[in-house]
């Protein structure tokens, strides 16, 4: 079954330094995202993608972070200047489109990141 | 008002019994509603979709109330798999995902 991939699994990085996480969506779909989960709280959405640009994005996504799809496959979330505060676990997820609102959304396994 | 409420629980069940819990939502806009299970440390997922009918998958029963705002998930015969944390995601029309910080199910010999 096709599955979206996620790497790192872990990364630690220190405070103000850039990180980049990197998702590969399933082949066929053409709307990807990104969400974030601090330890113990809920799934937030930061951002979604389609056509090669942002369709929507959440008031957590400020301008420390941004998302590019550079070729075919992968799809990546830059943030700048890392913040103790971005320590969380980020998942992309994708969608293939077919017009239907009740369409799946599938999860790929997480980055977890932790600022220092 | 928070946008997506549930019961944060824990809901402890007997092996066998039947647990249901609700999710409500404020806005009225949402077009897809969804439940998604959530084990720890783990990313979420689709357990199923939820319809204005109602619909069932095996031991699991979802229904949704437009009127009221909220959907349901009934878990019949619980099994010490079920034990995980069930998120329900309101979908909008770029298929953004509103969580809430879902329903934790213990389910117990």
């Known amino acids: 079954e096709p599955e979206v991939t996620q790497t790192p699994s872990h990364q630690v990085t220190q405070m103000g330094q850039e990180v980049i996480l990197r998702c590969v969506p399933i082949s066929n779909h053409l709307y990807f995202y990104w969400y974030r989960q601090i330890l113990g709280q809920k799934v937030e959405f930061l951002v979604s993608f389609y056509n090669n640009e942002i369709s929507e994005k959440s008031e957590i996504f400020d301008d420390q972070f941004s998302v590019e799809r550079p070729d075919g496959s992968n799809f990546t979330l830059k943030i700048r200047s890392t913040k103790l505060e971005d320590s969380a676990m980020y998942f992309c997820a994708s969608r293939e489109t077919s017009g239907r609102a009740q369409e799946t959304q599938y999860f790929g396994p997480g980055t977890r990141l932790l600022v220092l | 008002r928070k946008e997506v409420e549930q019961d944060p629980g824990p809901f402890n069940v007997p092996e066998g019994a039947t647990v249901a819990f609700n999710c409500t939502y404020s806005n009225s806009a949402s077009q897809s509603f969804f439940w998604y299970r959530q084990d720890c440390r783990k990313e979420p997922k689709l357990l199923m979709s939820?319809?204005?009918s109602g619909n069932e998958d095996g031991r699991f029963t979802a229904q949704l109330n437009r009127a009221s705002q909220y959907i349901s998930l009934l878990i019949r015969d619980s099994k010490l798999s079920d034990s995980a944390t069930y998120l329900c995601g309101m979908g909008d029309s770029w298929g953004k995902l509103q969580f809430g910080a879902g329903t934790q199910v213990v389910v117990t010999p």
């Open positions: 939820v319809y204005s």
